[in-house]
């Protein structure tokens, strides 16, 4: 999805310069292309989140899966704008099925920024607990990159009942992360957004939560 908001609709353009606001929050790729009205931008990117993992199969001791690493920030100001920037949005990972891990995301691109996608939560093991996906981390030159969010662990077995439940998704800059299934019901995480991680699946056989697509946003100005 493409929104753009315009001078007067949720901003004070005069006092600041601000032309426009060009939001891209669905993966994919295109191409902006600078109005003429424009000379600078300030570019901020979400790479996508990484999938939470599936709970284990039935046995001793089961445990959820990892929840899924966030996808990396990125900002940087552009006093120059050039006439056209090709642009990837990053996909979120797949969330685990049952005893698998979750999948990474993808990176977003745009202007020489390369965010980095978070990892892919670990899928629920017999008797060993299962660890989040690692945050994403973005390469800039001049701006500000900010890693992702860890996604959690699976939480402790349940006293006498010997399950766990899934770990929660990994924050990115936006919010947004999934939750980890509740334990010993086999349900599935909560998905994340604007590269949030998805949440593990709880044990036993939950599945694990997609997570979130990535983001870009380009303010103009004159």
Sequence with gaps: MTTT????????SAAVGLLRI???TTAGSG???RPSDT????I???AGGGGGGGGSDAGEINFGGGGGGAGG???????????????????????????NAGAAGTATTIAGISGGAGAGGQRGDLNVPSGGGAGGTSTISGGLAVRGGNG???GSADSGVSYSQGGDGGSSAYGGNGSGALAQNGSAGTAGVFGAGGGGGGAALGSGAAGGEGYIEIMEYS
């Design 5 to 12: 908001l315009r001078g007067g609709d949720n901003f004070d």
């Design 22 to 24: 060009t939001r891209y």
């Design 31 to 33: 191409t902006w292309n």
């Design 39 to 42: 000379v600078s931008v300030l």
């Design 44 to 46: 901020k990117t979400v």
């Design 73 to 99: 920030y990125s900002e940087t100001f552009i006093a120059n704008a050039a006439s056209s920037y090709a642009y990837v949005v990053g996909a979120g990972g797949g969330g685990g099925p049952p005893a």
């Design 152 to 154: 959690s662990g699976a």
